[in-house]
């Protein structure tokens, strides 16, 4: 059985599976896990993660938010890989949600998961920062919200010299 109280982060186990998963919905509305992370300012943080609803008659929705502990913002993350669920690669939004075609909750499995990105540059003075994963809709106060392979990352931004005489083609928008 499942540790059903307040503050708890449960993990789950799919049936037939060696991974483990955490789910965000843990007894109470409104639920969140975080990490306090030493930053640097100006680094650019790409984070990831796979996500699934528990169950196919409720769309859980969660939100990734970062930033100064205490004063955390949502993050657009971008869908860059489907479960083939109806939800579209590509799609961009502040809330993450994952429809699933599991029909009793208790047996998700890897194929339920659906990839996501974003990106959050670090500011100025900010030495620490939050990441915050924070649900907003699961289908009851005891279930919901799958997450795995939470993955954070310095990312780079590339630049480009479009006034060189080696530059070809067409310069792109931003």
Not at 69 to 87: A, I, L
Not at 128 to 150: A, H, K, M
């Amino acid at each position: 059985m499942s540790e059903q109280r307040a503050n708890a982060v449960e993990l789950q186990k799919a049936t037939g599976e060696t991974t483990q998963m955490g789910e965000l919905c843990a007894s109470q509305k409104g639920t969140a896990i975080y990490q306090d992370i030493a930053t640097t300012p100006g680094t650019l943080y790409r984070i990831e993660l796979d996500h699934a609803s528990r169950y196919r008659i409720h769309l859980d929705q969660m939100q990734v938010m970062v930033g100064a502990p205490g004063h955390e913002q949502p993050v657009e993350m971008t869908r860059t890989s489907s479960n083939k669920y109806g939800d579209k690669i590509g799609e961009k939004s502040t809330t993450i949600a994952t429809h699933s075609t599991n029909p009793f909750g208790n047996q998700s499995s890897k194929d339920d998961f659906s990839h996501y990105v974003g990106y959050y540059t670090i500011p100025a003075g900010q030495s620490v920062t939050r990441f915050t994963f924070r649900q907003v809709s699961g289908v009851n106060t005891t279930s919901g919200n799958l997450l795995d392979n939470i993955v954070f990352t310095q990312a780079y931004k590339l630049s480009y010299d479009k006034n060189s005489d080696e530059a070809t083609g067409q310069t792109p928008n931003g």
